[in-house]
Each structure stands twice: as structure tokens, then as C-alpha cells.
């Protein structure tokens, strides 16, 4: 089990950027799959982007292009850039490794 804790969220209007980190108590080991999920009011959470232990990233097609997720082992921390923000990307944010969650930062974009 490890605590997560993310951080970086706000508001910010349409065409910004902001970055979120996501912070682990542990650090990150070899086969860890590693996840920012977003869910946005009454809406089903659905994932956003994924890195695995070999660095390969996967994303939604609605942010490829726009968001890049990375990690800094030396931190334990996880990172989401998101550039070019659109209303649409609104919504709370959570990062997840393996079955451990984060409790969420609240991204708003307005228009």
C-alpha cells in the first residue's frame, strides 16, 4: 500500500496550462503501472494517462498532444503537464498506482 497525495490543481482559464504532481510515500518499483484519472460531476471516472515501469505512455484521445505524464524516481513523484487546457478537461484529477489512490485535486478550466 502506498499514500498518494496530488497537488497543482486550480483554476485556470481556457488555452492555459497547469502541471499536477502526485506525490508517493514509497518508491515507485520496477512493474509499477502508474495513472492519472479524471472525473468529471455525474460523469464516470475515466483515464487520462498511464506510464508504465518501461516508460511507455499511453493517453485519451481527447488530450494527446496537450498533456504529458512523466516520473522523477528520485522524488517519487509522478507528473501531469497539461497545456492548452479546454473547458472540457474540467474536472478532479487523481493519480493512481497499482490499487492506491490519491484523494483528488480539483482542476477547473474556464471559458
Known amino acids: 500500500q502506498v499514500r498518494l497525495v496530488e497537488s497543482g490543481g486550480g483554476l485556470v482559464q481556457a488555452g492555459g496550462s497547469l502541471r499536477l504532481s502526485c506525490e508517493a510515500s514509497?518508491?515507485?518499483?520496477?512493474?509499477?503501472?502508474m495513472d492519472w484519472y479524471r472525473q468529471a460531476p455525474g460523469k464516470q471516472r475515466e483515464l487520462v494517462a498511464s506510464?508504465?515501469?518501461?516508460?511507455?505512455?499511453n493517453y485519451a484521445d481527447s488530450v494527446k498532444g496537450r498533456f504529458t505524464i512523466s516520473t522523477d524516481n528520485a522524488k517519487n513523484t509522478m507528473d501531469l503537464q497539461m497545456n492548452s487546457l479546454k473547458p472540457e478537461d474540467t474536472g478532479v484529477y487523481y493519480c493512481k498506482i497499482r490499487f492506491s489512490w490519491g484523494q483528488g485535486t480539483q482542476v477547473t478550466v474556464s471559458s
Open positions: 506510464i508504465s515501469s518501461g516508460g511507455i505512455t
Open positions: 514509497r518508491s515507485i518499483f520496477s512493474g509499477d503501472v
